[in-house]
């Protein structure tokens, strides 16, 4: 993996590696399907996929690395599905605790609020949170039973106990309120399966997100396409409202 991502660094400086990319990793249950298999056996193999887009952002050095795992809304899949998706999870996170420590993740678990989360994996994420907070290399967030809408009301609540007058309340106070205030904007989100929606994923974070949706299912997603999306990062001209960065607005 490492010869992939030292392909990627400091080549063109103008073109940066994007420093924060967040992936909505979807495509479990057709995965599953299209091989006449239960949904489960796709999220069962989404495992693989994970660790290789951990190991291939980390190597191309992607700074902040965040996983869609749960939504607030994945709690209305039926209840075989959700019990199994919380017990992988569990195992997942202690399988390749000592990986993430090896290779000096921070980890974070972004959500969690739910009571019907079990205490034991909520015990998990505390843990490797606590494990690998002093770890000075990618910070990788787990967005795991949440919702961008929820952070958002979260963040107007906080503001309000605060008791912050209305006129003070300004962009950048309003994501100091919000859950991990020192993460920066998603540069990239990539949604694997050719779905093209956002699905409630980091609302506020992604407000001038560059968008791929590549057509590979996630638990197929392997380190090349993850590359193949970086490289289309850098070819994209990212204006902030602005004018393209070659030209100083003028007609040509
Ligand atoms: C994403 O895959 C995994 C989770 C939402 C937990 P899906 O399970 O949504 O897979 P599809 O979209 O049904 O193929
Ligand atoms: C989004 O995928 C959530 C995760 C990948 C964890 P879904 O498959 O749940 O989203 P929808 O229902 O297609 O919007
Ligand atoms: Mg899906």
Partial sequence: ??????????????????????????????????????????????????????????????????????????????????????????????????????????????????????????????????????NQGMTLTVAFDHGGRRDIVEAARSLIRHGTPADEVTEHLFADHLPFPDTPDVDLVIRTSGEQRISNFMLWQVAYAEWVFPEVLWPDFRAPDFLACLQTYRRRDRRFGGVPSQTNGDPS
Wanted: hydrophobic share 40%; net charge positive.
């Fill in 1 to 134: 993996m490492t010869e992939h991502g030292d392909q990627w660094r400091d080549k063109d400086p103008s073109r940066p590696v994007p420093r924060h990319v967040a992936c909505v990793m979807d495509g479990n249950g057709r995965w599953a399907q299209r091989r006449s298999l239960p949904r489960t056996a796709g999220h069962r193999a989404a495992e693989t996929t994970v660790i290789d887009i951990i190991e291939a952002a980390r190597a191309a050095g992607v700074e902040w690395l965040s996983l869609y795992a749960f939504s607030t809304e994945n709690w209305n899949r039926p209840g075989t599905e959700v019990d199994y998706l919380m017990r992988l999870v569990r195992r997942v996170v202690r399988k390749h605790a000592p990986l993430l420590l090896a290779r000096g993740i921070r980890c974070r678990f972004l959500g969690v609020a739910d009571p019907r989360i079990p205490r034991e994996l909520a015990q998990d994420f505390d843990d490797l949170a606590t494990l690998t907070a002093d």
